[in-house]
């Protein structure tokens, strides 16, 4: 190998170190708690594949992948409704589908005989494909009685612009992989594999920040340019696994091993943002805007200092901070794994931009995750004037599959 490609080798293994040590959001998730290394059976002739793309996440395990792995460069959402006359045979059947296709394409192999070929001379790139279960699904397979308590619709927000086109849906899946065409491709696969079974009710996509595309591991920025997910759970912590995932034993077993995804497309409004001074903005948001430290001082991991007042006798970290509202400690302790990509699809009539956060997090239980935090965020956070919720969704994401198994067996089989 040259000294080039092995220069570019090892940048791209510091992008993914980077990526898995970080805590963000944005960055999601902290620490590569699943992911590993393995070169594919369809690596390029030309020579072994560089590290971000021989990146490899497994299908099975206690949970669907795409929630703990470190958070990709590329990704899609998209919400399918049944088809007319479509019921539980029918899901069924495109839940088998669609699992021995994302297995396939999770470890880097061509989807089939009808291949499209897109994502040839890649390897799998960390891509993960994860499923989850509208309210309406459970009406729609005659399942109603195995529908969770937690699926329950979610209070309304007075910052929600919400569109119920794009809100909701029977199934959800996230796609997300360290390479575009990758992306693209397993979000045709799924597409294709649908049939006739279910028609796409929304879909959306989102971008990160590239794995090595900074000297060091960080947490990622948003589009308005903040240090975003500092104080995300980490899976280290010893409560992690209570707070995001829900434990066996529950009222509904096939949920074991499960989390919940709130899903929001949050519309920031960034020209407003930008005409306030860099003073105003860490006002705002709590923290510095160059490093993510509180405005108490120290390093973005320092804890917030609630209680510090300046000389004129005012907290330092004002009372209507993002920060300081959304803190755990000012929610009773609730949290939530927030693993979000930006958007961007271009720019209005109006020469405004249409961009923010496809919001996307995961708790055992949005009633002690998201609701009481965005209740509070709503009733006086000083971000909210400059977002917009514009869609929403509650799936239920069951465990990961055994072996032989597909994903929902357990709901749509037992």
Known sequence: ???????????????????????????????????????????????????VGSTAVPFHGAHQAGIVQPLQARGH?????????????????????????????MAGRPAGDGDTGVALDAGPCSLTVTFGFGASFFDRTGLVARRPAELDPLPP?????????????????????DDALVAFHALRTIQKEAGAAARVRWQMNGFNRSPGATAHPMTARNLMGQVDGTRNPKPSEPDFDE???????????????????VVRRIRMLLDDWEKLSLHRQEQVIGRRKADGAPLTGGSETTE????????????VIPDNAHARIS??????????LRRPFSFHDGI????????????????????????????????????SPFIRHESSGLFAVPGGPSRGEYVGQRLLES
């Open 77 to 105: 959402l998209v919400a399918f409704d049944l088809a007319p006359g479509a019921g539980r045979k029918e899901a069924a059947a495109l839940m088998r589908r669609w699992s021995a296709a994302a297995e396939l394409l």
């Open 157 to 177: 927000f007075s910052s929600d612009r919400l569109d119920p086109k794009r809100s909701g849906g029977d199934l959800w899946v996230q796609i997300g992989a």
């Open 327 to 336: 803190a755990p400690e000012q929610n009773g302790g609730a949290a939530m």
């Open 304 to 315: 917030l200092d609630l209680d510090r007042t300046g000389p004129d006798g005012r907290p």
């Open 243 to 261: 707070r995001i995932f829900v434990p066996a034993g529950g009222p509904q077993p096939w949920m074991a091993g499960g989390s919940y995804a």
């Open 1 to 51: 190998m040259s000294t080039d490609n092995l220069d570019i080798s090892r940048r791209a293994l510091l992008g993914t170190v980077g990526a898995a040590g970080a805590t963000g959001v944005l960055l999601g998730a902290a620490g590569g708690a699943a992911a590993y290394a393995a070169t594919s059976s369809s690596a390029p002739a030309g020579g072994a594949l560089a590290t």
């Open 348 to 383: 209005g009539p109006d020469g405004t931009p249409d961009a923010g956060l496809l919001f996307i997090a995961w708790q055992a239980d949005p009633l002690r995750g998201f609701v009481p935090v965005q209740r509070k965020l709503d009733r006086g956070d000083a971000l």
